[in-house]
């Protein structure tokens, strides 16, 4: 079946504007995560949803970050007023219930902020 | 100090050999221990997962866990070209929560 899935695949933005990420988890998951990976800081965590269930959003580095996840499938990841810092790779992952240690990543959206 | 400290590598190593390698970690609360493989522009996949301490065995990889010591370690059998990527640990809390992931081991097999 069809894995996660992220669009774009790259995004180059200019500093002080805004993007959004797309993340499609597999059907039927109702756990949703996302990460990112950075060469100086590896792979961190940003944010995650559970059903209906309040995110956890522990991970989200400014308020210039937010997610939302519409109908419990689709999530959107947006950055606002982009800054050089925020280039890297978002990554995208979903498990089955949240309580399965397996959590199976999209393929990522490379952002490059000029 | 990072909560999970891996060496960045690169590890080279010639076909056929066995591919060790290790993780710390510093905060006991953690229970469930992983291995990820990441290909160049993939995202990561799930190798081995493990909750005790011991080993454990799936074909060609073996992951092993000291909680005594704080260390983790993956060992990679008859090691392939095509197990050249990055080895990421990672660890967990409880099951379905974030994961907290090491630096990464870059590892080249060669031909």
């Known amino acids: 079946g069809a894995g996660v899935s992220q669009s774009p695949s790259n995004k180059v933005t200019e500093k002080g504007k805004d993007v959004e990420l797309r993340c499609d988890p597999i059907s039927g998951h109702t756990a949703l995560y996302w990460y990112r990976q950075s060469l100086g800081q590896g792979l961190e965590f940003l944010i995650y949803?559970?059903?209906?269930?309040?995110?956890?959003k522990s991970g989200l580095p400014s308020d210039r970050f937010s997610a939302e996840r519409t109908g419990g499938s689709v999530s959107t990841l947006t950055i606002q007023r982009t800054q050089q810092e925020d280039s890297a790779v978002y990554l995208c992952?979903?498990?089955?219930?949240?309580?399965?240690?397996?959590?199976?990543f999209g393929p990522g959206t490379r952002l490059t902020v000029l | 100090q990072k909560e999970v400290e891996q060496d960045p590598g690169p590890l080279s190593v010639p076909e056929g050999a066995i591919v060790s390698l290790n993780c710390t970690y510093s905060?006991?609360?953690?229970?469930?221990f992983m291995w990820y493989r990441q290909y160049s522009r993939k995202g990561p996949e799930l190798l081995m997962y493990?909750?005790?301490?011991g080993n454990k065995e799936d074909g060609r990889f073996t992951a092993q866990v000291d909680k005594s010591s704080k260390y983790i370690s993956l060992f990679i059998r008859d090691s392939q070209p095509s197990d050249s990527a990055t080895y990421l640990c990672a660890r967990v809390k409880a099951a379905g929560n974030k994961l907290t992931f090491g630096g990464g081991t870059r590892v080249l097999v060669k031909p």
């Open positions: 493990t909750y005790s301490s």
């Open positions: 905060n006991s609360a953690f229970q469930y």
């Open positions: 992952a979903s498990s089955p219930s949240g309580m399965d240690n397996e959590q199976f």
């Open positions: 949803f559970q059903g209906n269930s309040a995110p956890d």
